[in-house]
C-alpha cells in the first residue's frame, strides 16, 4: 500500500485525453472543409480536467486510470507530476493508443467534440479493486461516463461502504445501469444532459425523476444562469451566473465538477460549495483549453470578492 492513499481527500475514477483542437468560424456542414485559424494539443479527458481542478481548489487528489503507452500517456503522468496529484494506481497499457479528443471551437466560444477513449477504455473493476484503500479513505469519489461504467459502479459501491460521498459528472450521456443511481450522491448534469437521461422537457420535473430513482443530489450548470441544486423535499438552490466574455467553453463542466468536488470533500456547506464551483467554472472560460484557465482556491475567492453583489 502506498502511503500517499490515506492523504488522498478526493478520488476520481479518470479518463485521460489529449486534445488536438482546430478552431473555426462555424459549425462544419457535411462534406465542408474550413481553413482553421489556430490549432493547439492541449491535457484533456473528463476526468483528468475535474482532477486537476479538484487539486487546485486544494484537495488531495489520486486517480484511478489507464493511460497509453505512446507520448500522449507519457504527457498525462508528467501533468499529475507537476500538479501534485498521486497517480500511483494509473496503469500504463504500454502496447495501446491514448484517449484523443478532436475538437472544434467556433468563433463564439462554442465547440463541438469528438472522443476516442484508447487505453481508458480497459480500465476494469480489478483496477478499482487496486485502490480500495484510497478509496476507503477519501472524502469524495467521483467520475464521469467517460470511463467504463463498471468501473465507476465498483468505485462507488466501495465508497458507500465507508462513508464516501460519490459524485458522477454524466457526460457523455449514456444510458446508465438502474442500479448506479442509488450509488450517486452527487449528479452534475448540463441542461442538455439533464434532459436527456430522462427524456423530459423541463429541467424540474427531470431532476425529479432522478431523485426518484435514488440521486441524493442534481447540481445542474446553466452556463451563464449559473447552476441549481435539487434535492427531495427540499426547496431548489439557484447560484446565478457570470457575465463574461468567453473564450472558450471547454472544461468549464470539468472545472465545475471537480471544484464542487473539492469544496464538498471540506464539508462546505451548498451554497458555498456551489457559489465557489461557480465561479471557478466562469473563470475556465477566459482561456482557451481546458487545463489552462483552471483557478486556484485563492484565485477564486479573490475574484468573488470583487463582483458585485447579485439583487
Request: glycine fraction near 8%; hydrophobic fraction near 50%; aromatic fraction near 4%.
Amino acid at each position: 500500500m502506498d502511503a500517499k492513499d490515506t492523504a488522498v481527500t478526493v478520488v476520481c475514477v479518470a479518463s485521460w485525453n489529449v486534445d488536438l483542437i482546430a478552431h473555426i468560424a462555424k459549425p462544419l456542414r457535411r462534406g465542408e472543409t474550413q481553413l482553421a485559424n489556430a490549432f493547439e494539443r492541449l491535457p484533456g479527458g473528463k476526468g483528468s480536467n475535474a482532477a486537476i481542478a479538484a487539486a487546485r481548489m486544494g484537495a488531495q487528489v489520486g486517480l484511478i486510470a489507464r493511460v497509453g503507452g505512446d507520448d500522449f500517456g507519457q504527457m498525462g503522468l508528467d501533468l499529475w507530476q507537476r500538479e501534485g496529484i498521486h497517480h500511483a494506481h494509473v496503469v500504463r497499457g504500454e502496447n495501446e493508443v491514448n484517449g484523443t479528443a478532436l475538437i472544434l471551437v467556433y468563433a463564439d466560444g462554442d465547440n463541438s467534440i469528438a472522443v476516442y477513449p484508447g487505453a481508458g477504455a480497459n480500465l476494469t473493476p480489478d483496477h478499482v479493486l487496486a485502490a480500495q484503500t484510497m478509496l476507503a479513505s477519501a472524502k469524495v469519489v467521483m467520475a464521469s461516463c467517460e470511463v467504463p461504467v463498471q468501473a465507476t459502479q465498483l468505485a462507488f459501491e466501495v465508497a458507500r461502504q465507508h462513508g464516501v460521498l460519490t459524485l458522477l459528472n454524466p457526460a457523455p450521456a449514456i444510458d446508465i445501469p438502474d442500479a448506479l443511481w442509488s450509488l450517486v450522491d452527487v449528479l452534475t448534469p448540463n441542461e442538455e444532459e439533464l434532459l436527456k437521461l430522462t427524456n423530459k422537457d423541463t429541467l424540474d420535473v427531470a431532476a425529479e425523476v432522478l431523485l426518484s430513482r435514488g440521486v441524493g443530489a442534481v447540481v445542474v450548470t446553466l452556463g451563464a444562469q449559473g447552476c441549481a441544486l435539487y434535492r427531495r423535499q427540499e426547496a431548489v438552490i439557484h447560484i446565478p451566473g457570470h457575465v463574461l466574455t468567453v473564450q472558450d467553453t471547454i472544461g468549464a463542466g470539468d472545472t465545475f465538477t471537480g471544484a464542487l468536488a473539492a469544496n464538498l470533500s471540506i464539508a462546505c456547506e451548498w451554497p458555498e460549495a456551489l457559489s465557489l464551483a461557480n465561479a471557478a467554472a466562469a473563470m475556465s472560460t477566459q482561456a482557451q483549453g481546458a487545463v489552462s484557465a483552471m483557478p486556484s482556491r485563492d484565485q477564486v475567492q479573490a475574484w468573488l470578492a470583487r463582483q458585485p453583489a447579485h439583487a
